[in-house]
């Protein structure tokens, strides 16, 4: 349902940006460090038909994106810049891992503690 409100209500850029947070947490946390290339998996075509626009607004998009410093995609690879900046674009909060330590002590095992 978010899916449909964010195509309905957000602009290109703020959709394009989710599009890329979306594509890029799961890789980010599995594989590969912050700040590392990632594989883009997804052509300009495949973006623009995901978020409702054309693939020539996806390429205008992501040129805004390359030029105030956030993202830039070479040769096959998205390289996120700056992911707090990419996430204030897509309007979203980034998530954070939760802290534990409200969970009660159970006989045996902290959970507060790592």
Do not use: C
Request: aromatic letters at 2%; charged letters at 20%; glycine letters at 10%.
């Amino acid at each position: 349902m978010k899916r449909l409100a964010l195509l309905g209500q957000a602009s290109a850029r703020a959709r394009l940006s989710a599009l890329l947070l979306r594509l890029s947490e799961p890789l980010i946390q599995r594989e590969y460090g912050g700040g590392a290339p990632l594989p883009m998996p997804l052509t300009q075509q495949e973006m623009g038909n995901l978020i409702g626009v054309s693939a020539v607004h996806v390429n205008a998009t992501m040129k805004a994106l390359r030029t105030a410093g956030i993202t830039t995609v070479s040769a096959g690879m998205l390289h996120i810049q700056d992911s707090t900046a990419l996430a204030k674009e897509a309007g979203v909060a980034r998530r954070r891992r939760s802290d534990p330590g409200w969970l009660p002590k159970r006989r045996g095992h902290d959970f507060a503690r790592r």
